[in-house]
């Protein structure tokens, strides 16, 4: 996690210094030709500040999701995740709004990380998805729609991605 929150921070840089170019990789929804940019958008930030905000989340969820998972169930996970709340971007948010950031990935993880114990019906996990959803239940209220100009859907998309990842990834053993 440590290496893919560098990575979003150096891509940061690089687009502040680039005047930033790669907010380009946003969605703007229902442009067929955006679709291309449903899982770069997941990298790119609006600034620092944005970048901030989703930084220690990431890295906290992130670093439990792989940690107990393994590294190929992981990115098979967030890139569902990744997937889910882009394409819903796409579909329903407003009209020449242009989206972008981690925060669809953090509520799917968030998603993730509650139920997967559940569905694995691992007691370790199920701990685990207690504690996060006690440490991190607020992040709810970002689901619901608001004026601010935060994605609500990229939340909502990405919890419903991350819900539906521990039956798509399910243990067997």
Do not use: C
């Amino acid at each position: 996690m440590a290496a893919w929150v560098g990575l979003l921070w150096l891509l940061e840089a690089v687009d502040t210094a680039g005047g930033h170019a790669l907010d380009t990789y946003g969605v703007v929804p229902r442009h067929p030709g955006e679709l291309r940019d449903v899982i770069p958008s997941a990298f790119i930030h609006f600034g620092y500040g944005h970048l901030a905000a989703n930084t220690l989340p990431l890295f906290v969820l992130g670093f439990l999701a792989a940690a107990r998972g393994g590294l190929g169930r992981f990115f098979g996970v967030a890139t569902t995740i990744i997937v889910v709340s882009g394409m819903g971007v796409w579909l329903v948010a407003p009209s020449h709004t242009n989206t972008a950031g981690a925060s669809g990935l953090i509520f799917g993880l968030f998603g993730y990380l509650v139920t997967r114990g559940f569905v694995d019906r691992k007691p370790l996990d199920i701990a685990v998805g207690l504690g996060v959803a006690g440490l991190y239940w607020s992040i709810l209220w970002g689901v619901l729609p608001s004026g601010n100009g935060v994605s609500w859907q990229g939340h909502l998309f990405g919890l419903v991605g991350g819900l539906a990842a521990p039956f798509l990834f399910r243990r067997t053993t």
